[in-house]
């Protein structure tokens, strides 16, 4: 009957006030129990719903002449009634469908879909009706939104919007100005006022009547209908003030739903403020602070339509707070009221952290985003009170906490890196958070940051910064962040184009000469970053032993934590250092003197966070200067820092990180800074036959990088000198084309020159036309000279007696030259006699216990065998001296030492051909093989659980089988010594070998059987069964092998044994 009823309603207009009135009453009288009226009757969900849509429709389709009684005095107890059901129904079903039906009914009864087309007079009588019925509705509703998110989110956003309309309804500003003029008047000042007039102007003011043309006019006393009539609410200023001070308490409860897990709630949450800050400004102008922090908070939301809503709300709000004539006071009070909630924010922010909740975490910091990004161009006068700044400051930085527990921190560079390497890192490296994990926040603070940098007075915020700096020691990396994320601010503001003529550059001069000041007269560039010890390879007694072992660093009490955070704290430096270099620009030139030795003793460095952050650093720097690179910037600067760091070389234990000024020097100059190094080289020299302990590792890396760059300097000559002997071919090939006399060759000649040159480039092209011009002009000189001798046949004697004369001075002339060429080849340039002065060194050394220093020796052996490659006059000599010691660390027993000198002993002989050919065989090669003899038994049968494969000797035999190859085909082994070779290498053609080992071995044998086929095929056929071989002739004797026939050997192997037979 009731969904006859809704179909009914569906098609119908009620024009009757009796029969809408009736049929009113009867639809709530089914929903509601008949015993008590205060409840609702439990009948079936699906009648409540139906019965709740006739309501709706009931109201919607009822005529104006129905609709003028039914907001009138007389029907408002039965429309109590039913805002109270609809209630009722909202706040205890569970069904979510009746739930939103009953608050759709409820927004039906408060117009809320035609408010918009009433009149003023019609809309003001509405919001009076319901202002009688507000605490009810608000308090009921604010439960079902702040329920439970399991109701739904339709259920939540459904709630969210009816309270919305309600309190607009209400509390708007245009409908309370009727009732209190002096609206937004503090309750202070209204006292005051009292005591002052004695009265209030407000009492005896009467609310007027509507008039007669109003359609919701009361009905007349003959035409009431025989009711009760509830007492009005009377609208005053103290009415104002105690609604408005109970609504804040449920703003609070609902601005909590920015949480919100789904986005449609956030979206009516951005509605709801957006309502509350343009309609109700100043009869809620507490809660307008709440509002804006939703709006911003939700700015940055992760859904696109959120973030879109809120901005264009952002924007909504901002006009509407641009308040003109008599309101611009009420502005002040807003932005007074920010300013405080920036204050209890910042206050807040250190305990929320301390929390670790990620979510309340970023509301917070979103909200005090917001309230900045309000405040603007004010941010100047609160960054003026000390109070204010100092807690703002401090809040960041507490929640800029960094977490320096990441073992990462600690990775150094190897030293058999390549010291051109670059290095990579991963991003997270150095700026993990103690207080949070969500990156969205440090952008939300970042962005408050740069606000503060923008807006405020740089000087005086940095003064601050760097005041919070020197203080503690516990949050010198935060304050060091806070100040980045400062600088960059006022970076964004240089580049603003309406600010770029605002902003004098000795602002920007001050704030870096004052940061400057106070990070290099700071303990920071000199914190230590490393606890490791070294030891001086003594293993006698106990007591040697704790002698030995003495701190790098040499300062007591240095734990590894830190050690982490000052490895933090200098990564944070340098970040600083690079955004005042990109604040200044070319500007920062002047500072140069100051900070660039310190970065690059950063990047010389070892840690792989603090080497990657200061070679950041320094391209920051070129870049910022107008420097096509790093290696124009050292060029420029070398004469700065020359002569200071040659005399820091010569009192090395006053300056310990002067070879790394020079390290990095070597890695980023060119070609140009060569003959400064040179002289620096030999200072290094000079300090390295001093010092043999822990400050030879610095020394030693700046003579590996050193070498290595030789290594370079000579590919790219090499590189040059192919290109130039290839363009003397071509011309050699021209000559040879030119003196034959066929046309047709010619022609073909011409065209292959065309595409040689095409080959060689516009060099190649240009000598191919000056060789032609050339051989024009000459074969014009000889058919003159022809043409002379023909004519002048009596003077032949005297010119083949020229001729020969000519040609005696040609011939002395040429040995001459040959002479000259002779002495020219004997020159030897600077940097190679530096090489083989640096080898001549590590054969020294190479005498020396510390295993560190062995390896690096060896490592600075090899590249300068690969930079002598050229010079065999040098690099024979050098490698004789370096043979005794080598060979000795190869039987060294530590197994990382002997696999290093067996990469330095196969480079050298590949290098040196047949010069030490005799030795390897007898001093090398022997023990290399007994070596890996042994070895395959103790690896037979390993497996990973059993932990040989972390052992050193597995690595040594691995590496040894894939270094072997190279020394193999540069030693020419004879038919004994590949026998023996080929003997050891069927141990590791063994199934129950390791896999790495055995897959090693078949490679190095598949390598042998190119050159030695007959060998690999004996050798395999004894480890097959035994087997006949019956010969091609019948005169010949058969011949049998007897195979061991009991390995079990991989399929590669007998697929081989199968191809060698």
């Known amino acids: 009957m009731v969904g006859v009823v809704h179909v009914v309603l569906g098609r119908s207009i009620v024009e009757e006030f009796t029969f809408f009135q009736e049929l009113f009453t009867q639809l709530f009288h089914i929903l509601t129990d008949k015993a008590n009226p205060q409840k609702v009757d439990s009948i079936s969900e699906e009648c409540k719903k139906t019965s709740l849509a006739a309501v709706s429709l009931l109201i919607q389709n009822s005529g104006d002449s129905v609709r003028q009684k039914v907001y009138g005095d007389t029907f408002r107890p039965q429309l109590g009634h039913a805002v109270y059901i609809t209630l009722k129904l909202a706040q205890e079903e569970k069904n979510r469908s009746l739930k939103i039906q009953a608050m759709e009914t409820l927004s039906a009864l408060g117009q809320q879909k035609t408010f918009h087309t009433l009149s003023s007079q019609d809309q003001n009588l509405l919001s009076y009706t319901f202002a009688n019925f507000l605490p009810g509705i608000v308090l009921a509703l604010t439960k079902v939104a702040t329920a439970d998110e399991k109701q739904g989110h339709k259920v939540t956003a459904v709630a969210i919007d009816a309270w919305s ?37 407000e009492k005896g003011k009467k609310r007027e009547l509507p008039s007669k043309d109003n359609k919701f006019v009361l009905p007349e006393p003959e035409e009431e209908v025989s009711s009760s009539k509830l007492q009005n609410v009377e609208i005053t200023s103290e009415w104002i003030h105690k609604t408005s001070g109970k609504l804040m308490l449920l703003v609070q409860s609902l601005a909590k739903l920015v949480i919100h897990t789904h986005w449609r709630v956030r979206l ?16 809620l102008a507490e809660a307008i602070v709440m509002a804006v922090e939703v709006i911003v908070g939700l700015r940055s939301d992760d859904m696109v339509d959120v973030g879109t809503a809120a901005q264009d709300a952002m924007l909504t709000v901002t006009q509407a707070l641009e308040f003109k004539g008599e309101h611009t006071q009420t502005k002040q009070v807003l932005l007074e009221l920010l300013e405080e909630r920036v204050y209890a924010l910042s206050t807040q922010l250190p305990t929320i952290c301390r929390q670790q909740d990620d979510s309340k975490t970023l509301t917070t910091v979103r909200k005090l985003l917001g309230s900045l990004e309000v405040l603007g161009e004010r941010l100047a006068q609160i960054m003026a009170w000390p109070g204010h700044s100092h807690r703002l400051l401090q809040s960041f930085s507490f929640a800029l906490t960094l977490d320096v527990t990441d073992s990462d921190l600690l990775l150094e560079r190897t030293l058999a890196q390549d010291p051109f390497e670059v290095l990579t890192i991963k991003p997270s490296l150095g700026k993990g958070f103690r207080y949070f994990q969500d990156l969205r926040i440090l952008e939300a603070i970042g962005t408050a940051c740069h606000l503060i940098g923008f807006h405020s007075n740089m000087v005086a915020v940095i003064d601050l910064c760097l005041d919070i700096l020197q203080q503690s020691t516990h949050h010198q990396k935060e304050a060091l962040l806070l100040l980045t994320l400062i600088i960059q601010g006022r970076d964004e503001r240089k580049y603003r184009e309406k600010d770029r003529n605002s902003i004098p550059q000795e602002e920007g001069e001050q704030v870096v000469q004052s940061v400057l000041e106070v990070i290099m007269c700071q303990d920071i560039f000199n914190a230590p970053l490393y606890v490791l010890t070294q030891s001086n390879g003594n293993t006698g007694d106990a007591k040697d032993i704790i002698t030995s072992l003495v701190p790098v660093n040499k300062q007591k009490n240095v734990s590894i934590e830190l050690i982490k955070s000052n490895i933090v704290l200098v990564a944070n430096t340098l970040n600083l250092i690079s955004v005042c270099a990109r604040m200044m620009g070319t500007n920062f030139v002047m500072f140069l003197s100051k900070v660039l030795c310190s970065v690059m003793e950063k990047a010389g460095e070892a840690n792989v966070l603090v080497g990657h952050t200061a070679a950041n650093t320094l391209k920051e720097i070129a870049l910022s200067c107008k420097y096509k690179n790093v290696a124009e910037l050292i060029e420029k600067s070398v004469p700065q820092f020359w002569y200071p760091l040659s005399m ?108 040689a040159c095409d080959n060689y480039g516009p060099v190649a092209l240009f000598l191919d036309n000056y060789h032609k011009d050339q051989v024009k002009v000459k074969q014009g000189i000889e058919g003159s000279d022809s043409f002379d001798v023909n004519e002048h046949e009596d003077d032949s004697g005297a010119e083949n007696f ?33 090489v083989v002065n640096i080898m001549e060194r590590c054969s020294h050394m190479l005498y020396l216990q510390d295993r560190k220093i062995k390896i690096l020796i060896m490592e600075v052996v090899k590249a300068g065998c690969t930079a002598l490659t050229q010079w065999e006059d040098q690099r024979l000599p050098v490698c004789h001296k370096l043979w005794k010691p080598l060979v000795l660390r190869l039987k060294d027993s530590d197994f990382v030492v002997m696999i290093c000198a067996l990469e330095v002993l196969s480079v050298m002989v590949v290098s040196s051909g047949g010069f030490l050919r005799r030795r390897t065989m007898k001093e090398v090669f022997p023990p290399l093989l007994s070596f890996l003899r042994s070895q395959s038994h103790t690896s037979l049968g390993k497996t990973k659980g059993s932990g040989y494969y972390m052992t050193a000797a597995y690595r040594a035999q691995k590496i040894l ?44 044998v598949k390598q042998v059987a190119q050159s030695h086929p007959h060998h690999v095929w004996l050798a395999l056929a004894h480890q097959q069964s035994p087997v006949r071989i019956i010969p091609p002739a019948a005169n010949l004797a058969t011949l049998k092998i007897n195979g061991a026939g009991k390995r079990d050997l991989p399929q590669e192997v007998l697929e081989l044994y199968k191809q060698l037979s």
């Open 165 to 201: 309309y309600f309190v607009m309804l209400v509390m708007r500003d245009k409908f309370l100005e009727e009732h209190t003029p002096r609206l937004g008047e503090s309750e202070a000042v209204s006292q005051l006022r009292k005591q002052l007039f004695g009265q209030d102007q």
């Open 268 to 283: 009516s949450l951005v509605h709801w403020a957006q309502q509350l800050i343009c309609k109700c400004s100043r009869s």
């Open 648 to 755: 820091r070389l010569k009192r090395l234990p006053q300056y310990p990180s002067a070879p790394l000024v020079l390290q990095v020097s070597l890695e980023y100059a060119n070609i140009d800074v060569m003959a400064f190094t040179e002289e620096l080289v030999e200072d290094v020299l000079s300090c390295l036959d001093t010092y043999h302990n822990n400050e030879a590792l610095p020394l030693l890396r700046v003579l590996l990088v050193y070498v290595t760059a030789v290594v370079r300097y000579a590919s790219k000559t090499e590189v040059v000198e192919k290109d130039f002997e290839s363009v003397n071919e071509m011309n050699e090939y021209l000559d040879n084309r030119d003196r034959t006399g066929k046309s047709e060759a010619k022609q073909k000649g011409i065209v292959d020159n065309v595409a």
């Open 802 to 834: 020229k001729k020969q004369v000519n040609q005696q001075e040609y011939e002395d002339g040429m040995s001459d030259n040959i002479h000259e060429e002779n002495d020219e080849k004997k020159k030897v340039p600077k940097y190679i006699e530096l």
């Open 961 to 1004: 089988l894939r270094t072997l190859p190279s020394l193999i085909r540069s030693l020419m082994l004879t038919v004994d010594e590949m026998s023996d070779l080929v003997n050891v290498l069927m141990l590791y053609l063994d199934s129950r070998q390791p896999t790495e080992l055995c897959r090693a071995g078949i490679t190095l």
